[in-house]
């Protein structure tokens, strides 16, 4: 009996060691940041982005509902806080580098670029992140939650942003952090 006890003992410590794991994930940076005031943050359900005249086809209206939720949080570039920017922005590189983070395209220059990066299958993707980083205007993360989503579909939906189905002014802030305009992210 004590032998079987001890035994069990090491089964719990033994999850206990390696069952933690000390990196940290997306979700809980951007949880952590919703409080912080340098941080744009925008979270969105995507019922909320349909606009008024929307005009979906059944194909996009069944890509649209694949996509559950939007989260983004940008940080701006403003005097004196390059430090900062620089420590956040290679935090998230961290975090997205991560093995279960897989990427689909990747863009830029060490002062500019985006990355595009899922969980999932590439025929059914649950998390799609977009980290784009401009050294001079900021840097903005975008997680959409979903189910099953596809990234051919996607790009699909994204006409819709163009034909004004899609309302985006709901993340012009996110926009003007990178000199755009909000009904042209």
């Known amino acids: 009996m004590v032998l079987f006890k001890f035994i069990i003992g090491l089964g719990i410590m033994a999850l206990a ?4 794991n000390s990196e940290e994930s997306l ?57 900062e920017y620089e420590a956040e922005k290679a935090k998230l590189n ?17 002062n500019k670029g985006a ?23 900021g840097f903005a993360i975008f997680r959409l939650l979903g189910d099953n989503m596809r990234p051919d579909s996607m790009l699909k939906l994204m006409n819709s942003i163009n034909s004004g189905d899609i309302d985006a002014s709901k993340l012009k802030s996110i926009g003007e952090l990178f000199g755009t305009k909000g009904d042209s992210i």
């Open 115 to 137: 990355t595009l990066k899922y969980l999932g299958e590439e025929d059914a993707i649950d998390e799609l992140i977009v980290f784009a980083s401009d050294d001079e205007r």
């Open 17 to 20: 060691l390696f069952g933690c």
């Open 27 to 83: 979700q809980r940076y951007l949880v952590d940041k919703q409080e912080d005031n340098n941080f744009v943050k925008v979270d969105l359900a995507t019922s909320l982005l349909q606009s008024e005249n929307a005009q979906f086809t059944k194909e996009e209206r069944d890509i649209l509902n694949t996509v559950k939720k939007i989260n983004v949080v940008a940080y701006p570039v403003k005097q004196g806080n390059m430090v």
């Open 94 to 110: 961290t975090i997205i580098a991560q093995e279960q983070y897989k990427t689909l395209i990747k863009y830029g220059s060490n």
